[in-house]
């Protein structure tokens, strides 16, 4: 079972960047993905960034690119996502999840996601 645990959430200033962290319990397997939903009150949980192992491809938001960057650490232990010039819109519970063996199409799909984190607050407010 694997587990994931976010960090790096907060109260930021409009304009302002955060760094979330996504630990992993373990890296079993070399094929999966690895990803960032988001979901604020009310709405549905959205696609915000993803990266797949091996490659180290990454897909993002359309309405993100430009201000939010994924990575990860060179021994896959970890994955984070840069966010920068943050908007009030970007309030959210950001979660970390992982799809095994993905295919393609469904990296941004969140029914295919397994494993998730507990979430991390992101609130944005001045």
């Known amino acids: 079972q694997v587990q994931l645990l976010e960090s790096g959430g907060g109260l930021v200033q409009p304009g302002g960047s955060l760094r979330l962290s996504c630990a992993a319990s373990?890296?079993?397997?070399?094929?999966?993905?690895m990803a960032w939903f988001r979901q604020a009150p009310g709405k549905e949980r959205e696609f915000v960034a993803a990266i797949r192992r091996p490659t180290g491809q990454t897909w993002y938001a359309d309405s993100l690119k430009g201000r939010f960057t994924m990575s990860r650490d060179n021994a896959w232990n970890a994955v984070y996502l840069q966010m920068n010039s943050l908007k009030p819109e970007d309030t959210a519970v950001y979660y970390c999840?992982?799809?095994?063996?993905?295919?393609?199409?469904?990296?941004?799909?969140?029914?295919?996601?397994?494993?998730w984190g507990q979430g991390t607050q992101v609130t944005v407010s001045s």
């Open positions: 373990e890296r079993t397997g070399n094929s999966y993905a």
């Open positions: 999840a992982r799809q095994s063996n993905p295919i393609a199409g469904t990296i941004r799909n969140r029914e295919r996601y397994a494993y």
